[in-house]
């Protein structure tokens, strides 16, 4: 690539080039511009896709006070609802915990991360941010000079390339960010836990008031209500199913067996308008940095979904790099900057030991060395625990909703 060939996007800098449109990269957008920094956002989709694109649905309250205190939260104070019960169906009869009254005493809201997203990008555009879509960052380059470039490649194949003082990486777990790093620069923790859940998304009214867990011989259930006519499943699959091979009506009728529909109702049936195979599997990479490159979200850490966590710990290091980056470029001060990394390691730890938990909750899963019989009755024992040890439930609900 010749340097002519760059000319145009040449012009293109900003202190803060920020990657990725999702809630990471929104939240930390946002915050800069509130506190006055230069700073501009690459998205590699177009916005439609960002903003109607099905994810997550649950906030902690950590999370919505982060939002509430930088005034992003108008959306899901008007459409957001609090939630606060999950209800367990077990080999050995149900039980809910009202989690809103144990802990810390913190509901979650429900408020689809879709919502979120098109609430942070309208506001971020009305606050005069800058956004480009449809460009893809392709690598990171002198992160670890005092001037880093970011190559990206528009929508129409032109190459271009901008220029900054901090990269943040917020492009998730196959982004630009991680793929720039160079060789041993960082750790990568990973566990795959070898689970795999077929995710839905039904066009079909909750069938509980609560978020359901359901243990089963033939695999783990899970149903979360995303808004009074979308539900999201899990029902657990055998690792390389193929999402096409269930049909609606094998959809249901499994979830109504592992549900216990005959002892505890049917479930609402309606259109499955998605459905996707996800592998359980957590990452970390330690640490979030790199000279000037730093990470964030699913690009710093990969978090199973079994306890609704990803857009959480985004939203949280979003909030701790927009600080750190403002002590930098405002005032001089690079200390935050340096310690970024080690405070968002420590939420992330405490989250994946949670989720981890959560896994072994929830699942079977074979380790080498343990009779499968010895693994079920030590997860029936967890279950028993959690619904009859308050002092058990107390941290089941201070870790549930918190980070
Ligand atoms: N260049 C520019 N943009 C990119 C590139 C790239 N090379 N690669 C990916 N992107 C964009 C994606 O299109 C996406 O919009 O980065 C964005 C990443 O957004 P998310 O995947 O939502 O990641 P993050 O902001 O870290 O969200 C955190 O929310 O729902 C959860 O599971 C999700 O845990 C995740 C969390």
Redesign the pocket.
């Known amino acids: 690539m010749t340097e002519s060939q760059y000319a145009r996007s040449d012009q293109d800098s900003a202190d803060v080039v920020i ?7 929104l939240v930390l957008g946002n915050l800069l511009l509130r506190n006055g920094i230069d700073c501009v956002v ?4 177009g916005r439609d896709h ?1 903003q109607n694109r099905a ?2 649905g649950f906030l902690a309250a950590h999370t919505v006070r982060i939002l509430e205190r930088n005034g992003l939260d108008g959306g899901l104070r008007r459409r957001g609802r609090e939630h606060g019960v999950c209800e367990f169906r077990t080999e050995s009869g149900r039980f809910r915990l009202d989690y809103r009254l144990l802990g810390r005493g913190e509901p979650h809201t429900v408020y689809p ?1 879709h919502e979120l997203v098109a609430d942070l990008l309208a506001q971020f555009v009305d606050a005069g941010g800058r956004i480009r879509f449809g ?4 690598a990171v380059t002198g992160a670890d000079g005092p001037a880093p470039t970011v190559t990206v490649r528009e929508g129409d194949g032109r190459p271009g390339r901008w220029r900054a003082r901090y990269v943040a990486a ?3 777990r ?3 960010g991680r793929r720039s790093l160079p060789p041993g620069a960082v750790h990568r923790h990973h566990r795959d836990h070898g689970v795999s859940w077929l995710g839905l998304l039904a066009e079909a009214p909750p069938s509980l008031d609560a978020v359901g867990y359901a243990t089963h011989p033939r695999g783990f259930a899970g149903h979360m209500a995303r808004s009074s006519e979308i539900t999201r499943y899990y029902l657990q699959c055998e690792p390389g199913t193929r999402p096409e091979d269930w049909s609606e009506e094998r959809v249901w009728d499994e979830l109504d067996l592992r549900m216990r529909a005959t002892e505890y109702g049917h479930l609402r049936r309606g259109g499955i308008v998605q459905r996707a195979v996800v592998d359980l599997e957590s990452d970390v990479l330690e640490p979030l940095s790199h000279g000037s490159l730093f990470l ?4 710093a850490a990969l ?1 199973s ?1 079994s306890a609704a966590k ?2 959480n710990l ?1 939203v949280l290091e979003a909030e701790i790099l927009a600080r750190a980056l403002t002590d930098a470029l405002a005032h001089g001060d690079p200390e935050p900057l340096a310690s970024y990394s080690d405070r968002c390691l420590v939420h992330i730890w405490r989250a994946q030991e949670f989720s981890h938990w959560m896994i072994r909750l929830l699942h079977d899963i074979p380790e080498s060395g343990s009779a499968s019989l010895f693994r079920e009755r030590l997860r029936h024992a967890r279950i028993a625990s959690l619904r009859t040890s308050r002092t058990q439930q107390d941290w089941f609900a201070e870790n549930y909703v918190g980070i």
Not at 19 to 25: D, H, K, Q
Not at 135 to 138: G, I, W, Y
Not at 296 to 299: F, H, Q, S
Request: glycine share 20%; charged share 20%; proline share 6%.
């Open positions: 990657l990725g449109a999702g809630p990471a990269g690459l998205e590699r989709a960002v994810r997550a991360q460009t893809e960052a392709v917020c492009d998730g196959h982004g630009a964030v979200g699913d690009a978090i979904p990803g857009a985004a």
